[in-house]
């Protein structure tokens, strides 16, 4: 039996440039889908080229025996609507939702909406694809890994596994794209986990950190010792998956999100790229203290456009409270030798972490400003589920609330998600902790329209136009503010072409 899938995203109303980038998560999902022999459509609700109405019109018509929505913190309330009248126009498909705000408050969403039938937490890739077992009879609720089910009002949690050869994955299928609709860029996963423990970070708990849902139940969370999942693919893997793009779709352009980066895999890309691939041009995460002279001169060779820094604080004290290990100089240095290989670069602050004080931020505000950055990102601190401040809050000075979960859950779009009252640090409400701070946001770098924190795509996409990162932001910034789709898709249409013409000009074809 084939099965039909209808995926869908929506975050928030048409306001970031960085929404017109494909989303690899996606194409990820519709690769596995179509690797079992599946059918699989895809609606962008974020992009100009598709309305609510047409997603609601081609499930009611097509009636696809499984709809699923990725969750975002912006756009979740506004998405569970829409769920619900997935439910209503095709009764018999069954809703799931998946994404990182599925694998962070998993369990949790059960208490503020009945719209989904399973929720995925964690790689979604074989659940999605067990999901469609459960659906043709060959498969029990209780087999499909990586889910979570409602039975008879009972929130029921199967067993959370990880993916440990990601070479068996299918590569990415961005066929499901209108891909004349978003700027040629493609993301590059090539890890998946982080080794380190940063006490904000939830991305550890996103990609895996050991420890079964028996635990969990029966034992406090601060007291179930955790092992972070790190996996790698092999580079002939991440070559094929360049060499697909560039042949298949033309894109030569690339962002490789893995937080943490790699640096044997970051070198083998770099050989190939200095040896017989000089069209392909990227951009990712840099590491204060993972790169040596030598190896940011190999980027710079490598076509190494940007990379971006999470310096987070310009106070050494607060620097190891945030669970990193470097010193100021050490910040200097990295900067410095990015600079005198030409790659630009972008610092990350957090604002508000706790322990924060008038001393400590004013000696980030002096570092972000003698640094000599390209873009400076300040951002207030979020107390995330998933965290090792969430998971042992008592150990940073922080009482949460019994319901935090369901309200850090259900921002509306119209709010920050900062100024939401669910816990208490250091004897104050979080929002009057925060009205200690709030002056900073006046500060050049408080961005929370996210033009400013994707720079280094704003590079990429500069690199493709002729123009310099923030000529693009302020072009591209004035065509969203006024939702003129036709400007904004002249403009993807012209980085389109200045990509196809950099392989004709490096003497490279398709």
Not at 68 to 92: C, D, I, M, W, Y
Not at 445 to 461: N, P
Request: proline content about 4%; glycine content about 8%; overall charge negative.
């Amino acid at each position: 039996m084939s099965l039909s899938y209808t995926l869908a995203t929506y975050s928030s109303k048409r306001k970031f440039f960085d929404f017109f980038v494909p989303d690899n998560g996606i194409a990820a999902l519709a690769s596995a889908i179509k690797d079992r022999g599946g059918d699989c459509a895809y609606f962008d609700l974020n992009a100009f080229h598709t309305s609510e109405e047409d997603f609601l019109s081609f499930v009611e018509q097509n009636r696809p025996n499984i709809v699923g929505f990725k969750l975002f913190q912006s756009g979740f309330l506004h998405t569970n609507e829409l769920a619900k009248q997935v439910r209503k126009v095709s009764p018999t498909s069954l809703v799931i939702a998946g994404g990182p705000h599925s694998t962070l408050y998993g369990e949790a969403i059960f208490q503020v909406t009945d719209a989904y039938d399973v929720i995925i937490v964690g790689e979604g890739e074989r659940a999605i694809v067990e999901i469609g077992e459960y659906v043709t009879g060959e498969r029990a609720q209780d087999e499909v890994r990586n889910s979570i089910w409602k039975i008879n009002n009972e929130v029921v949690a199967t067993e959370r596994v990880w993916e440990n050869d990601l070479d068996s994955l299918p590569l990415p299928d961005y066929d499901v794209f209108r891909l004349n609709e978003y700027f040629p860029i493609f993301l590059l996963n090539m890890v998946r986990g982080c080794p380190n423990q940063c006490a904000f970070c939830c991305h550890p708990y996103v990609w895996g950190r050991k420890c079964s849902n028996a635990e969990l139940r029966g034992r406090s969370r601060s007291a179930i010792k955790r092992t972070n999942v790190v996996r790698r693919r092999s580079f002939d893997s991440i070559r094929s998956e360049i060499e697909l793009y560039r042949m298949k779709y033309g894109v030569r352009s690339f962002s490789i999100v893995d937080s943490t980066p790699d640096l044997p895999l970051i070198r083998k890309i770099c050989n190939l790229i200095c040896t017989s691939r000089p069209d392909i041009k990227w951009v990712g995460f840099g590491k204060i203290d993972l790169f040596d002279d030598q190896t940011y001169e190999m980027l710079g060779r490598a076509n190494c456009k940007c990379l971006w820094y999470g310096i987070e604080s310009g106070n050494e004290e607060m620097i190891v409270r945030i669970g990193k290990r470097y010193s100021r100089q050490d910040i200097f240095e990295a900067i410095a030798r990015a600079h005198r290989n030409g790659i630009r670069t972008i610092g990350g602050f957090i604002v508000g972490f706790p322990g924060e004080t008038e001393r400590s931020l004013a000696e980030t505000g002096d570092l972000a400003c003698n640094l000599g950055l390209d873009a400076v990102v300040i951002s207030p601190y979020l107390l995330q589920p998933g965290s090792p401040i969430a998971l042992s809050p008592e150990k940073h000075g922080i009482r949460l609330d019994a319901d935090w979960m369901v309200r850090s859950m259900c921002v509306p779009e119209n709010e920050e998600p900062h100024e939401v009252d669910f816990y208490e640090i250091d004897g104050l409400r979080n929002v009057q902790w925060w009205e200690r701070f709030r002056a900073v946001s006046d500060y050049p770098g408080w961005d929370f329209d996210r033009q400013i924190e994707a720079y280094e795509l704003a590079t990429l996409i500069g690199e493709q136009l002729g123009l310099e990162p923030d000529e693009f932001m302020k072009e591209v910034d004035v065509i969203l503010k006024k939702q003129d789709a036709d400007s904004l898709h002249a403009l993807i249409g012209k980085a389109w072409l200045q990509e196809k013409a950099n392989s004709v000009c490096c003497g490279l074809s398709r």
